[in-house]
């Protein structure tokens, strides 16, 4: 498995609106933060700089559950390394 753990059972089907990045995730919620392109807060910043804008990019497409976890997994990390994923 390459993007969840081992016998997920469920997980969500993510697509970046921003960089356009299809991703699984074990989190499940409206939108996440870009694991490709989303700002993660810098550590450096100093306490009177402001906050850094989390922007969630990539909006949930649907559940995926069961062996469509594994099947899902797999096609998207073909399409990461160059594999055709315009079917899904
Ligand atoms: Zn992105």
Known sequence: MYYVPDDTERCGYYECSSC????????????LVCPYC?????????????????????KLIRMIEGEDVEKYDQLLSLAVTGGDYSWI
């Open 20 to 31: 356009g990045s299809r991703f699984l995730d074990v989190r499940i919620g409206p939108q």
């Open 38 to 58: 989303g700002e993660e807060p810098d550590m450096e910043i100093g306490p009177d700089d402001e906050m850094p804008k989390i922007v969630e990019n990539a």
